[in-house]
């Protein structure tokens, strides 16, 4: 048995949010809760809110014990990049580059099988 969880549009760069996606992997869900809840980065409570949900569909749609459950894969994508075009970054030489607003998509897999 497999459930799945997603968030969408999360305003965290995907490199940092793979930081904390690593951490957790392969990862019993209580121990990665009580893991996230004490990493010190902006990224992860939008991760704890993941799983959580994760947890929550396993437990609601096929009825398991949320403490047999393990995460068996995070998946952290690219989103789409809010690119402003009033405001910019100096560069070297006199030159100016855009400010890059990146996203991600995150997606965690959790399965009650060893």
Same mark, same amino acid.
């Given at each position: ?24 992997? !392969? &990862?019993? =869900? ?5 893991? /996230? +809840? ?5 990224? #992860?409570?939008? @991760? ?23 995460? !068996? &894969?995070? =998946? ?5 990049? /809010? +690119? ?5 970054? #100096?560069?070297? @030489? ?21």
């Amino acid at each position: 048995m497999e459930a799945k969880a997603t968030a969408r549009h999360v305003r965290v760069t995907p490199r940092k949010m793979r930081l904390i996606a690593q951490q957790v992997k !392969k &990862d019993n =869900v209580s121990n990665a809760l009580t893991k /996230l +809840k004490f990493i010190n980065k902006a990224a #992860a409570p939008h @991760m704890l809110k993941v799983v959580k949900s994760a947890v929550a569909n396993a437990t609601k749609n096929f009825g398991v014990d949320a403490d047999t459950l393990r995460i !068996k &894969d995070i =998946v952290v994508d690219q989103g789409p990049t /809010l +690119k402003y075009a009033k405001r910019f970054i #100096a560069r070297a @030489m006199g030159r100016a580059s855009k400010i890059n607003k990146r996203s991600c998509h995150i997606t965690v897999i959790v399965t009650d099988t060893k």
